[in-house]
């Protein structure tokens, strides 16, 4: 399994709150990503990141930002947290670009 | 616009039988094609993959089918077996453009014994 860990796995939290979601790899990999899986719509990308500091928006990017200071990690901020953001997000790696793994996920609850 | 579509949310197979999901694309550029599988609670896993330059791609009981012309593919499980029971999404991308992937909205594969 690819080595990639994403905290926190579970989190509930009030409306307008500033969220942070951590993902973390160990295989060194230049690409990683942060999609959001709702019912009915499937893996959505929020955003991605193809080097440090190097990052670009997904399809859902509106009320989400992140940041990559170092390679292995990949933060996924949610500024003000919305109801509409109660979702499972997952992290996603990829050496090439093509082929992706992804990590255990995390379930978020905005209250 | 929905640019990979998986039309049916759900499938039943009989233990033993073959599994044939289905995949349907619009984005002519789309040229590497990949399948995940994901269990409840779990993150997506990476099944098999196939570039647009074959039109079959075999690994073990599972094997992806492209038809370039009709822009579609399958990916065909054989023998289906309970532990295969499990949501399936189908990707696409365009390798020469960017570093995404577009995921369609999954099948609902169920296993029976």
């Known amino acids: 399994d690819a080595g990639i860990t994403q905290s926190p796995r579970h989190k509930v939290t009030e409306t307008g709150t500033p969220v942070t979601l951590r993902c973390h790899q160990t295989e060194n990999h230049r690409y990683m990503y942060w999609y959001r899986q709702d019912p009915g719509h499937g893996l959505r990308l929020i955003h991605y990141s193809y080097g440090v500091k190097d990052t670009d928006k997904g399809e859902v990017s509106d009320g989400y930002s992140v940041s990559r200071s170092k390679t292995e990690d990949f933060l996924l901020t949610l500024e003000s947290a919305t109801s509409s953001q109660t979702s499972v997000y997952f992290c996603?790696?990829?050496?090439?670009?093509?082929?992706?793994?992804f990590g255990p996920g995390t379930r978020l609850t905005v209250t | 616009d929905q640019q990979v579509k998986q039309n049916s949310p759900s499938l039943s197979v009989q233990e033993g039988r073959i599994s044939i999901l289905n995949c349907d694309y619009t984005n002519s550029m789309f040229d590497y094609f990949l399948w995940y599988k994901k269990y409840p609670a779990e993150g997506p896993t990476f099944l098999i993959s196939?570039?647009?330059?074959?039109d079959k791609n075999e690994d073990g009981r599972f094997t992806v089918f492209l038809n370039k012309s009709a822009k579609h593919l399958s990916l065909h499980i054989v023998p289906s077996q309970p532990g295969d029971s499990a949501v399936y999404f189908c990707?696409?991308?365009?390798?020469?453009?960017?570093?995404?992937?577009?995921f369609g909205k999954g099948i609902t594969l169920s296993v029976r014994p």
């Open positions: 996603a790696i990829s050496k090439d670009a093509y082929e992706q793994y």
């Open positions: 196939i570039s647009s330059i074959k």
């Open positions: 990707a696409a991308t365009n390798t020469g453009a960017n570093s995404k992937l577009t």
